[in-house]
């Protein structure tokens, strides 16, 4: 009988490790992971003024790993300057050559081109971002920034990125990486989108053929569950904007 109970006991030892969930517990690991926000701003034009016009502002502050596994300083580093250039110039091409400052370059000697062409024409280029730890322990790391920017048209644009990694070996991790059973995550997120946008539903919208519901680009780990983040466009129109929300781990167990 003593043998069979020391069995069950580490049995039940093993299977609470295995269903831990994300916590922001401090560990030696956590430790060793140093993170900083460096800021890159640059102006062009007259700036000074409460309404600045005539003017391109560019104001980025972004997270980098400064102490930490070099695959992890790597990834989160091709992670931040691919949206921060996919701002600047939507156009370009990314690749392994293309450098953030080269981007700012670009965006500033594009204000300056269409000035040029359009002199008695008010304008205000600008990009900015913020970033923010959604998460931060011994296993994983999220990471968001938001971005507002604008260089002609009709409205500015807001957008946001997130990403999740693993601190012990620097991989992103992606929804396909958590679950076992994509279309029921899919359905959960459907009915979490209708529940937090139940307003413009009851108003009339709904998905449809040009505005499929897909899972969102941008999600990551909390300490709560899967937090999703929806931007203007992605699944719905400009006009309803971000939609955000968490399905919590007891939800998400069976997947």
């Not at 156009?91 to 000697?109: C, I, K, P, W």
């Not at 946008?197 to 040009?210: M, N, P, R, V, Y």
């Not at 931007?231 to 929300?245: H, I, L, N, S």
Request: glycine share 4%.
């Amino acid at each position: 009988m003593t043998n069979h109970l020391a069995f069950f006991l580490l049995l039940f030892a093993v299977i609470s490790c295995n269903n831990v969930k994300p916590t922001n517990h401090n560990s030696s690991q956590e430790k060793s992971l140093v993170l900083e926000s460096t800021t890159l701003q640059r102006t062009q034009g007259n700036c000074t003024s409460p309404t600045p016009t005539n003017c391109a502002e560019i104001s980025l502050k972004y997270p980098i790993v400064k102490e930490g596994l070099p695959s992890l300083q790597q990834n989160v580093t091709t992670w931040t300057n691919d949206f921060l250039i996919s701002l600047l110039d939507p156009e370009l091409e990314l690749d392994e050559e293309t450098s953030l400052n080269s981007a700012v370059d670009g965006f500033m000697e594009s204000f300056k081109e269409i000035t040029a062409e359009n002199p008695d024409m008010p304008s205000h280029f600008t990009v900015e971002v913020t970033d923010t730890i959604l998460l931060q322990n011994d296993q994983y790391l999220t990471l968001r920034m938001d971005a507002f920017s604008y260089a002609g048209g009709a409205h500015p644009n807001t957008t946001a990125a997130i990403a999740t990694f693993n601190v012990k070996t620097g991989k992103r991790i992606r929804p396909i990486d958590l679950v076992n059973d994509l279309e029921k995550l899919h359905a959960a997120a459907e009915q979490k989108f209708r529940e937090t946008q139940k307003e413009a539903f009851d108003q009339g919208f709904d998905f449809d053929e040009s505005w499929p519901f897909v899972i969102a680009n941008n999600v990551g780990l909390t300490t709560e569950g899967l937090f999703f983040c929806y931007v203007p466009y992605e699944v719905t129109p400009y006009v309803m904007g971000f939609t955000e929300f968490v399905i919590p781990y007891t939800e998400l167990e069976k997947l």
